[in-house]
């Protein structure tokens, strides 16, 4: 059974920013994970070789490379990821009160949506790459992370409210 999305089902991050190379988009997500351009770089640097030299399995390799990224970025983050998991009733509580992320005024590109990312608490922020972005189905985002599907559901609720926030323009964001 495949657990995550065909690229056809999932939304392409090539809306938002041009990712010419696999290598690209997967620095692009460990950058996204880790906050960090030299651990980011570290990450990705043996599979990409191989994902970008095989065109017959390109796309498979592509996809498969990034898997091995975020499995990575997820093994570097470990510790962090179980304190902030909390429990579904934490992430629910914290949905409901609304985010304090300060909110960002710009348009909308690449590096926006990686700066908005990267004001999202940890877990959070896990979930959201892993399904929004890449479309991996939540049972998976789940055994990758190694935490109840329902942690992920209630971060999943909290990462698109305070996401939709860290990208609403200032203005609006005062009138509401």
């Not at 991996?136 to 935490?147: D, K, T």
Request: charged share 25%; with cysteine.
């Amino acid at each position: 059974m495949n657990d995550h999305n065909t690229r056809e089902d999932r939304p392409t991050l090539e809306v938002i920013g041009e990712f010419t190379t696999c290598a690209a988009k997967s620095y692009w997500i460990a950058l996204v994970l880790t906050g960090d351009e030299d651990t980011a770089a570290r990450i990705i640097c043996s599979g990409i070789h191989v994902a970008e030299s095989a065109k017959v399995f390109g796309e498979w390799m592509c996809a498969w490379g990034i898997d091995v990224v975020i499995k990575a970025c997820v093994a570097l983050h470990t510790d962090e990821l179980r304190k902030e998991e909390g429990s579904r009733e934490y992430w629910r509580a914290k949905a409901a009160e609304g985010s304090t992320i300060e909110l960002q005024q710009a348009p909308l590109s690449t590096e926006r949506v990686r700066r908005a990312l990267l004001l999202l608490p940890l877990f959070p922020r896990f979930v959201y790459v892993l399904r929004v972005l890449e479309g991996y189905s939540l049972s998976y985002v789940a055994s990758i992370l190694n935490v109840d599907e329902e942690a992920c559901q209630a971060a999943l609720a909290y990462s698109f409210g305070a996401f939709a926030e860290a990208l609403m323009p200032v203005q609006l964001a005062k009138e509401q």
